[in-house]
Structure formats: structure tokens, C-alpha cells
């Protein structure tokens, strides 16, 4: 992981992920192509 600035926000969409702990996050960060934070809520 990196401490820098994502490239890429996706916030209040539809997003799914693999992750059983949270598979519907309300937003997630992506930088260099790859997903490095979600979270849940919006």
C-alpha cells in the first residue's frame, strides 16, 4: 500500500467487491489501476 494521493475516487455507485468483511463499500479509492481503501457508508 501507499500513503499517496489516489488517482481515482468512486463514491455514491453501485460498487461490489470480493472482500466478505465488506462486500458493498460506499466509496473506494484506486491508484496505479489498483483498489487500495474502501469503506463503507458514503
Request: charged share 15%.
Amino acid at each position: 500500500m501507499t500513503d499517496a494521493a489516489p488517482q481515482t475516487i468512486l463514491h455514491n455507485a453501485a460498487i461490489t467487491t470480493m472482500d466478505p468483511a465488506q462486500p458493498a463499500p460506499g466509496a473506494v479509492a484506486i491508484t496505479d489501476g489498483r483498489f487500495f481503501r474502501h469503506r463503507i457508508g458514503a
